[in-house]
């Protein structure tokens, strides 16, 4: 399944470093969800777009900046980070803003040093 | 509100054998129900779905669940389970226009 992309896959980083996260979907569709998945815990939505608009931010620090340039493309970038927050990051898309289905990125491995 | 319970973290199993998966939602509304897998190292990939109609949905790689409403339940089962199963195996939930609302996940552990 090549519908969703995501760049890295994985990422070292620092604390004091600046770096993003991309997601590309190739499947027409409208929305796209960043998702933050950590060990023993239930899968959490961060972010959703729908047609370029943020439509969904469940209190994410600001430290994760969201972009989404086009209904393609979705981006997470992020500075300052804490050893919490590393996870495996997800992107997902789907036709329409919490429509029927959604299609998920094989993610990237992020490890905050 | 939504929520999916899966009661069970691991379950370890033979090849061949059959396995169920349990999943329990709870919801006020009519629900869409999922269940996905995660492969080790990769994103989830949809296994099946039930959106109405016929209660027992078949998925991929062999796969089905029967949605009871009564049981709020959407248990997952495979007949006869390969290597190749071991994996991660997600349950969730939408109500539409709402937010889908993943498990905690079920480890399936097939062994020769």
């Known amino acids: 399944e090549t519908g969703v992309t995501q760049t890295p896959r994985h990422l070292v980083m620092g604390m004091t470093n600046k770096k993003s996260l991309k997601c590309e979907q190739h499947?027409?569709?409208?929305?796209m969800y960043w998702y933050k998945q950590s060990a023993k815990k239930p899968l959490e939505l961060m972010f959703v777009?729908?047609?370029?608009?943020?439509?969904e931010n469940n209190s994410v620090p600001s430290r994760f900046s969201p972009e989404c340039p086009n209904s393609s493309h979705l981006f997470l970038h992020l500075h300052t980070l804490q050893p919490e927050d590393s996870a495996l990051y997800l992107c997902?898309?789907?036709?329409?803003?919490?429509?029927?289905?959604?299609?998920f990125g094989p993610g990237t491995r992020l490890t905050v040093l | 509100a939504q929520s999916v319970t899966q009661l069970d973290s691991q379950v370890p199993v033979f090849e061949e054998a059959p396995v169920e998966l349990r999943c329990n939602y709870s919801?006020?509304?009519?629900?869409?129900l999922f269940w996905y897998v995660q492969y080790p190292n990769q994103g989830l990939q949809l296994l099946l779905k039930?959106?109405?109609?016929?209660?027992l949905v078949k998925g991929i790689n062999g796969f089905e669940a029967e949605f009871n409403k009564s049981q709020t339940s959407f248990h997952l089962r495979k007949p006869s389970v390969h290597i190749s199963d071991t994996a991660e195996y997600f349950c969730?939930?939408?109500?539409?226009?709402?937010?889908?609302?993943f498990g905690t996940g079920t480890r399936l552990l097939v062994s020769p």
């Open positions: 499947l027409g569709h409208n929305a």
């Open positions: 777009y729908s047609l370029e608009e943020r439509v």
């Open positions: 969730a939930v939408n109500s539409g226009f709402q937010k889908l609302v």
């Open positions: 039930y959106l109405s109609g016929s209660t």
């Open positions: 919801s006020s509304v009519s629900v869409y």
């Open positions: 997902a898309s789907s036709q329409d803003a919490y429509s029927d289905t959604q299609y």
